[in-house]
């Protein structure tokens, strides 16, 4: 699957062939339009009426249409609204509209839905500014999706499509420089919470539907930029272990590795001992067996990073870090350092990184971990 934005022609129209299919995808979804009340005749929608509806949407400062495609069919649409500028308000653009062709068995699932338009208009003016009200298929008046029964082949498939749908915009929204994005879902809808928490969508607060009686929660995801690391594991001559103690704006002070992100074109290893010798001044040592790798997430430079690490074991002498480090370790938000003896290792209640070290480092001398080559 990949993510177009939607074009006009020469003229400002939508292409035939293109508004034949978002017509069907539109029309697919009487159950919600007779809801929302977006179209005259919810069971009998014209190209005309969805190119209007579209074109209303690329109107609105900082709105995109774009369009998924799969095999080189329409498979969802997807439209963003822009967050606010400003010291006080929320940059977080808003995911306004997903519907997804599930392609199951040629029937339509329902995907994100948005408020129509002219209830937009009104939280807008209520100052609620990019709420784009979202909600995937399956609530009480919209129905399971898109007017037909969803088994559970059905539904796993629009769940994919989804979440495909939705990954690519996030990395459309990645690109562009931001770090979060939002949309809402009515709170009485399981389903749906379930479906975008999956997606690793977190609920940040509640508001009220324009419907009387409801709510809607609102969810937001980080958008977290993909960084290479490596580190050493350095023991001394008895088996203690070099750590530094970090300090993180969003996880805390917690010990690690000597390391840092993999620079241009260097292998794991090529970054890990440079990292090494930037950090403690030692050039004399030489990364031995990969101990194992692992993934977390952390801010960095207030950027929200998820980063994945090489973790390799050197051996060297019982010592000091040597050199002018002082700058370099302020950068890097490095407060201490000490020798960490195995079994004090194991036992501590403080954070270490990764969590599993002291077992990792049992069981490479015992011989449990292979020499990998990393």
Same mark, same amino acid.
Request: glycine share 14%; hydrophobic share 35%.
């Given at each position: 699957m990949f993510l177009e934005s939607l074009s006009l022609t020469d003229d400002g129209a939508f292409p035939g062939e293109l508004l034949t299919? !978002? @017509?069907? $995808?539109? =029309?697919?979804?009487?159950?919600?339009?007779?809801?929302?009340?977006?179209? @005259?005749?919810?069971?009998?929608?014209?190209?005309?009426? =969805?190119? @209007?509806? !579209?074109?209303? +949407? !690329?109107a609105r400062p900082g709105a995109r249409v774009l369009v998924g495609r799969s095999a080189g069919r329409l498979t969802g649409v997807v439209i963003t609204l822009a967050g606010q500028d400003g010291p006080d308000a929320d940059p977080d653009p808003w995911i306004g509209l997903l519907m997804v062709d599930a392609g199951a068995g040629g029937q339509?699932? &329902?995907?994100?839905?948005? $408020?129509?338009?002219?209830?937009? +208009?009104?939280?807008?003016?209520?100052?609620?500014?990019?709420?784009?009200?979202?909600? @995937?298929?399956?609530?009480? +008046?919209?129905?399971?999706?898109? &007017?037909?029964?969803?088994?559970?082949?059905?539904?796993?498939?629009?769940?994919?499509?989804? &979440?495909?749908?939705?990954? $690519?915009?996030? +990395?459309? !929204?990645?690109?562009?420089?931001?770090? &979060?994005?939002? $949309?809402a879902v009515p709170e009485d809808n399981a389903d749906d919470l379930a479906l975008w928490t999956a997606l690793g969508y977190e609920v940040v607060g509640h508001r009220e539907d324009r419907r009387p009686g409801r709510r809607r929660a609102v969810l937001r995801k980080v958008l977290r930029t993909p960084r290479r690391a490596a580190r050493v594991a350095v023991l001394d001559p008895a088996g203690s272990v070099f750590l530094f103690r970090y300090d993180n704006d969003e996880v805390g002070a917690h010990w690690a590795l000597p390391g840092g992100g993999i620079e241009g074109a260097e292998t794991p290893r090529q970054g890990a001992l440079r990292e090494l010798a930037e950090e403690t001044g030692w050039t004399d040592l030489r990364p031995g067996p990969l101990l194992c790798t692992w993934e977390h997430d952390f801010t960095r430079f207030d950027i929200p990073v998820h980063q994945h690490e090489h973790i390799y074991v050197a051996h060297g002498p019982h010592r000091e870090p040597t050199g002018p480090l002082a700058a370099a370790h302020a950068e890097d938000g490095i407060l201490d350092w000490r020798w960490w003896p195995r079994t004090e290792l194991a036992t501590t209640t403080e954070a270490v990184w990764p969590p599993e070290l002291a077992r990792y480092l049992d069981e490479l001398e015992e011989g449990k971990l292979g020499a990998w080559s990393g």
């Open positions: 299919e !978002l @017509t069907a $995808l539109y =029309a697919a979804d009487h159950r919600f339009h007779a809801y929302t009340g977006e179209f @005259t005749d919810p069971h009998d929608v014209r190209p005309e009426q =969805a190119a @209007t509806a !579209l074109a209303d +949407e !690329l339509r699932q &329902g995907g994100v839905r948005k $408020l129509p338009s002219r209830a937009e +208009e009104r939280l807008r003016a209520d100052g609620r500014y990019g709420n784009a009200d979202a909600d @995937t298929g399956g609530n009480a +008046e919209a129905g399971a999706g898109a &007017g037909s029964r969803v088994g559970a082949g059905a539904v796993g498939q629009r769940q994919d499509a989804a &979440g495909k749908l939705a990954s $690519l915009v996030e +990395e459309r !929204l990645r690109a562009d420089g931001r770090y &979060g994005v939002r $949309l």
